[in-house]
């Protein structure tokens, strides 16, 4: 069974640049579509961004659309979360998920949580203004 495991995140201040990683142990990440969401404090968890098997389709939330990046490199078992000019806003818990299931790309359903059966442990990313 995969595990995924977050990294990368940290404090930065408003306009900086952060990446975040997920990699996948036990697991090879080529086989999963992957999403990003985040948690911030006293806020329900969001959908920020996700990524085909391939890396040929991707979708993001408005919020974070020409500011922040999904990339996989499969080779390097890992996908990316670039963020660029971060705002107080973007301060949260960022998780990674996959889902391995043969449904192919569905740019609605994967924006959804319960689409994912398996979840990272989360990094902290704080943005300062």
């Known amino acids: 069974q995969v595990q995924l495991v977050e990294s990368g995140g940290g404090l930065v201040q408003a306009g900086g640049s952060l990446r975040v990683s997920c990699a996948a142990s036990?697991?090879?990440?080529?086989?999963?579509?992957v999403g990003w969401f985040r948690q911030a404090p006293g806020k329900e968890r969001e959908f920020v961004a996700a990524?085909?098997?391939?890396?040929?389709?991707?979708n993001y939330v408005d919020s974070v659309k020409g500011r922040f990046t999904i990339s996989r490199d499969n080779a390097k078992n890992t996908v990316y979360l670039q963020m660029n000019s971060l705002k107080p806003e973007d301060t949260a818990v960022y998780y990674c998920?996959?889902?391995?299931?043969?449904?192919?790309?569905?740019?609605?359903?994967?924006?959804?949580?319960?689409?994912?059966?398996?979840w990272g442990q989360g990094t902290q990313v704080t943005v300062s203004s």
């Open positions: 990524i085909s098997k391939n890396g040929g389709s991707t």
């Open positions: 998920a996959g889902d391995s299931s043969s449904l192919g790309w569905r740019r609605t359903y994967y924006s959804s949580q319960g689409s994912y059966p398996y």
């Open positions: 036990g697991g090879t990440i080529s086989r999963y579509v």
